[in-house]
């Protein structure tokens, strides 16, 4: 949906009757908008979040929050910025674009491309045994992800944002991928062929790099004010990690290596 905007200034103009009539300027700005629980949610979206974002339109039953994008036409194309403010629609009233006073005056929204934005540190990856693996024996892979705290300047305002892991999207490498809650943890011992919520058993010999995509949750603060929740979750990827599997054999053997120092195995 567009609404039409503008600075609100005029253009004189002689009629044929010799008066002036003014007419608005047209200043090639445009504004869109798009609902703030679902805005870049991808395949993601609980509908929880719209109940509680939507509960800011108070003003009427069946208020939904919107957030207001900036459409340029003076460029080629045109170009739309993300405002940073929101306002409310109501069914059966038309959207009124937003004026330069509106936008100081409307909530600041911080959507998941924002919350993208921050500079989050991606889980750890770690396997046991490290880095090595035997074929069709379990190798036990973890990850250790933090709970994240930042504070920007947006808007005009200050932000504080906290973020914290809620999933867990595992590619082995092998054509086989696991999504999980739990992060997995270390073993006692070397974690040799012990099975655990997120370990793999690789079935073929050779060097896999795991790929692990995090996602997290957010909510924010606008000048110390209540915490809201970001609409989305924000998928932060770790680096590969190298698995090398190898294969074992067995055989029966009636010396030992000090008595048969070329036998199998010594």
């Not at 509106?102 to 880095?131: K, N, R």
């Not at 595992?170 to 919520?197: C, I």
Request: glycine share 10%.
């Amino acid at each position: 949906m567009t609404a039409k905007g503008g600075s609100g200034g005029s253009a004189e103009r002689e009629s044929s009757g010799a008066t002036n009539a003014y007419l608005p300027t047209d200043d090639g700005i445009d504004y869109t908008y798009e609902r703030v629980c679902t805005a870049g949610s991808q395949d993601f979206m609980d509908p929880g979040y719209c109940v509680q974002l939507n509960a800011q339109c108070d003003a009427r039953a069946d208020g939904m929050l919107v957030q207001w994008i900036e459409v340029n036409r003076n460029t080629s194309p045109p170009t739309e910025t993300a405002t940073g403010r929101s306002g409310c629609l109501y069914p059966g009233q038309p959207p009124v674009p937003p004026t330069a006073e509106t936008l100081e005056e409307a909530p600041i929204i911080i959507t998941l491309t924002e919350f993208e934005s921050q500079p989050m540190v991606a889980a750890g990856v770690f396997s046991q045994p490290d880095q090595f693996g035997l074929r069709n024996a379990h190798s036990n892979l973890y990850a250790v992800a933090d709970d994240q705290d930042f504070t920007f300047e947006f808007q005009n305002a200050q932000i504080d944002l906290r973020a914290w892991p809620v999933s867990y999207e595992w590619s082995y490498g092998d054509g086989t991928s696991l999504t999980t809650a739990n992060p997995g943890s270390a073993v006692p011992g070397d974690g040799f062929d012990t099975e655990t919520p997120t370990s793999h058993r690789y079935t073929e010999t050779g060097d896999y790099f795991v790929q692990l995509d995090t996602l997290f949750a957010g909510d924010y603060s606008v000048d110390g004010g209540p915490w809201l929740p970001i609409a989305g979750l924000a998928r932060v990827s770790s680096e590969p990690h190298l698995m090398s599997i190898w294969r074992s054999e067995r055989h029966s053997v009636a010396e030992t290596c000090l008595e048969n120092p070329s036998g199998v195995g010594c």
